[in-house]
């Protein structure tokens, strides 16, 4: 049963537009999120995340949202340029455990 | 660069056949991880360690074994291969008291 979820395999996007990729939770007890992003032959790499404790985070052109009522976190990037092209990977944890949950991927293309 | 190594990088090899990764680490990191990455199914925890011969079980363990008996080396064993394991494998690290987790650059791995 896949505990964390992204929904949309796949998003195509404007260079400098807004790039919006969605993560979703089903188990309460996460309290840490994170970012990767792989590009094709390489390990995924982090890239930005956010405790529970928080709501936003951001580093630079990247935006991590969290809604915990909903269960839900969102990356945000924004201008989107051509080398984001790439797939994030969202993946959460527990702070008492030593596992890491990783949803399926969103495969981003930036058009320039 | 967490100074994360992985061997071999691709390997093809036949039903029934042992199989060995190995994940070497540079920096003395105490955790280390073994993931599959398949389409459909994004990253998903086989193994972890939490120190030396500290090892545990993740979500998709059935068919692997691991070593650890050195703080730099973390062995992936498919005792008897499967063609269902054919799979990118991904090793990865984490240093105490961090979330992020640093993955080494995947070995590519078919079962004839």
């Known amino acids: 049963d896949q505990q964390v979820k992204q929904n949309s395999p796949s998003l195509s996007v404007q260079e400098g537009r807004i790039s919006i990729l969605n993560c979703d939770y089903t188990?309460?007890?996460?309290?840490?999120f994170l970012w990767y992003k792989k590009y094709p032959a390489e390990g995924p790499t982090f890239l930005i995340s956010?405790?529970?404790?928080?709501d936003k985070n951001e580093d630079g052109r990247f935006t991590v949202f969290l809604n915990k009522s909903a269960k839900h976190l969102s990356l945000h990037i924004v201008p989107s340029q051509p080398g984001d092209s790439a797939v994030y990977f969202c993946?959460?944890?527990?702070?008492?455990?030593?596992?890491?949950?990783f949803g399926t991927g969103t495969s981003l293309t930036v058009i320039p | 660069d967490a100074g994360i190594t992985q061997s071999p990088r691709h390997k093809v090899t036949e039903t029934g056949t042992p199989v060995t990764l190995r994940c070497h680490q540079t920096?003395?990191?105490?955790?280390m991880y073994w993931y599959r990455q398949d389409p459909g199914h994004g990253l998903r925890l086989i193994h972890y360690?939490?120190?030396?011969?500290?090892?545990d079980k993740g979500e998709v363990s059935d068919g692997y074994s691991v070593s650890r008996s050195k703080t730099e080396d973390f062995l992936l064993t498919l005792e008897s291969a499967t063609s269902s394991q054919t799979s990118v494998y991904f090793c990865a690290i984490r240093t105490t008291g961090s979330e992020t987790q640093y993955f080494g650059p995947g070995t590519r791995l078919l079962v004839l």
């Open positions: 360690s939490y120190g030396v011969k500290d090892t």
């Open positions: 956010i405790s529970s404790i928080k």
């Open positions: 993946a959460a944890s527990q702070n008492t455990g030593n596992q890491f949950y």
């Open positions: 920096e003395n990191h105490r955790y």
């Open positions: 188990n309460s007890m996460f309290d840490y």
